[in-house]
């Protein structure tokens, strides 16, 4: 794998974990109006921390009924000034998160796809002796690696 390869993975991996952390909040709570500002009560779950409540004061847009158990799109914003704070972002879907790939198993033989086709083969029969893959799974393999380097 090359230097631009792996920054290219790093990448993908570090946009696949942001798509999958949790940042939305349940409206538990209308408080008071000031002109367009609204205060609220938010149950938030962000990240893999527990959820915590929070009291933000937004300007909501234009249109949009407001209602408890309405679920909203949190922002995590650092301030010199103010501190941490969350708040809502109107313009976005809430996102619940989702689970990332399994690791894998390790009971399989792992052989990374970018080794020599020898040096898989090696692997192979190491896999073999160790008693970690079957005789026709050997073969197969081995059947696969011959096609690759014809």
Sequence with gaps: ????????????????GLEST????RIVSIGGKLGPIVNLEVEIHYGLGEPRMASLATIPPKGLELRVGQD????????EYTGD?????????????????????????????????????????????AG???????D??????MDEMQ
């Design 132 to 138: 970690k893959i079957t005789q026709a799974e050997f």
């Design 85 to 129: 704070q969350f708040t809502i972002d109107w313009n976005r879907p809430p996102q619940y998160g989702r689970e990332l790939p399994a690791a894998p198993d390790p009971s399989k033989p792992a052989i990374p796809p970018r080794l020599h086709p020898v040096q898989r083969l090696a692997q192979l029969r190491r896999d073999l002796t």
């Design 72 to 79: 909203v799109h949190i922002s995590w914003v650092r301030s």
């Design 1 to 16: 794998m090359g230097f631009w390869d792996f920054l290219k993975a790093a990448r993908e991996y570090t946009k696949a």
């Design 22 to 25: 949790p940042k939305w909040g």
């Design 140 to 145: 197969r393999a081995r059947l696969e690696i």
